[in-house]
Each structure stands twice: as structure tokens, then as C-alpha cells.
T-cell receptor, first 110, second 116 residues
């Protein structure tokens, strides 16, 4: 069974754009892709959700190719407070499970 | 409009005791999901419930763990005869929609269980 995978970590500097990709080969046909941010000792916090193509809100953009087997979270001009773990969440094909990606630790430096 | 409420925030149990974790979904939400996060690890699916129904419990350990979401009251995750390996953060999320994936899933702040 394919896992939902992400890079373990990424480093960036303040003011840069950061792109984090999630690979989800087994995504359910009708399910959306959701991204969350998690700080230590806190619950996951919703960032953005999409089904296909591109979605943008006040904090991020989400790019989803036509085959939907991956998605990319784009954070424009990151700041130190964006240092956190970022997870994608997708529905697994043929089951009822909502599966988190492996998580990406983003470290933003001054 | 309160978010997803989990209590207690911190729970300490001795080995062999029972742990009961509560999750009150957002108002109007009838779907609840439980996840476990071991220290320094990601979030692992445990169980998906609707009111009075367990939809998918394939992520739950076969023994000692059970979950319910009654018609009235919070969802309960129950761990019997806890062991040190049960020490983790347990998060629940709720969703308002019948069709999967179309809503946002709102997470609670979690219950941190420590078994001593």
C-alpha cells in the first residue's frame, strides 16, 4: 500500500518562498487534499484545501496536477514564526481512512 | 462557536490503569476521527466514527483500545490496562459533511497521555 510521503525537512530564510510537496499515489477519487501546520504540543491547524489545479488563500497556495498523485504547498515570504511541521492529509482509495503524510519540518532562519 | 474540545489536556496513568479521553466535536459536526502521535513521530489514523456508528477502526490496536460516539455527549477513546508504549498525544478531529473530504477537518488541541 503506497504511503503518503513528504520530505523530512526543509531549510529556508526569512522572506523566501517555500514549496513543500506531498506524494499521494493512492488518493481516493473524490477526496480533497488538505494541508495542516503543527507547532510543538499543539494540534494540527488547517492551512488550505483543494481538489485540483490551484487554490490560493491569504496564507498559502496549493498546486495539484491533473493526475492528483501529488500536491505542492507554497508559502510566500516565510517568517520565523512559520517554523513548524507541515502535513498533507488525503483520503485513501477504497478505504475510509484519512491518512496524514509523513510530515515536513520547515526551519526558517533569519 | 467553540472549536473541537478535548479533555483532559494532560493525563497521567500508572501501568494497568484505564485512560478515558474525551472529544466534543464542533457544533453540528457528526463525524469524528481519532489520531495518535507518538513522540517525535507523525499522526497515525486510529478510528473514524459517526454518531452511534464505528465506520472504520482499522487503525486501532486490536486489544485494550475502544472508541464510541454516542447519540448524546462526546466521543470517548478508552484505553484499558495502559502500558508505557501508550504514552502519546491523542488528537481528534470533527467534520460536518456526509461526503468525505469536502469539508475542513478541525482538530482539537489533543490529550497528552503519560503512562508511568
Amino acid at each position: 500500500l503506497a504511503k503518503t510521503t513528504q520530505p523530512i525537512s526543509m531549510d529556508s530564510y526569512e522572506g523566501q518562498e517555500v514549496n513543500i510537496t506531498c506524494s499521494h499515489n493512492n488518493i481516493a477519487t473524490n477526496d480533497y487534499i488538505t494541508w495542516y501546520q503543527q507547532f510543538p504540543s499543539q494540534g494540527p491547524r488547517f492551512i488550505i484545501q483543494g481538489y485540483k489545479t490551484k487554490v490560493t488563500n491569504e496564507v498559502a497556495s496549493l498546486f495539484i496536477p491533473a493526475d492528483r498523485k501529488s500536491s505542492t504547498l507554497s508559502l510566500p515570504r516565510v517568517s520565523l514564526s512559520d517554523t513548524a511541521v507541515y502535513y498533507c492529509l488525503v483520503g485513501e482509495g477504497a478505504t475510509n481512512k484519512l491518512i496524514f503524510g509523513t510530515g515536513t519540518l520547515l526551519a526558517v532562519q533569519p | 462557536n467553540a472549536g473541537v474540545m478535548q479533555n483532559p489536556r494532560h493525563l497521567v496513568r500508572r501501568r494497568g490503569q484505564e485512560a478515558r479521553l474525551r472529544c466534543s466535536p464542533m457544533k453540528g459536526h457528526s463525524h469524528v476521527y481519532w489520531y495518535r502521535q507518538l513522540p517525535e513521530e507523525g499522526l497515525k489514523f486510529m478510528v473514524y466514527l459517526q454518531k452511534e456508528n464505528i465506520i472504520d477502526e482499522s487503525g486501532m490496536p486490536k486489544e485494550r483500545f475502544s472508541a464510541e460516539f454516542p447519540k448524546e455527549g462526546p466521543s470517548i477513546l478508552r484505553i484499558q490496562q495502559v502500558v508505557r508504549g501508550d504514552s502519546a498525544a491523542y488528537f481528534c478531529a470533527s467534520s460536518p459533511v456526509v461526503e468525505r473530504g469536502m469539508g475542513g477537518y478541525t482538530f482539537g488541541s489533543g490529550t497528552r497521555l503519560t503512562v508511568v
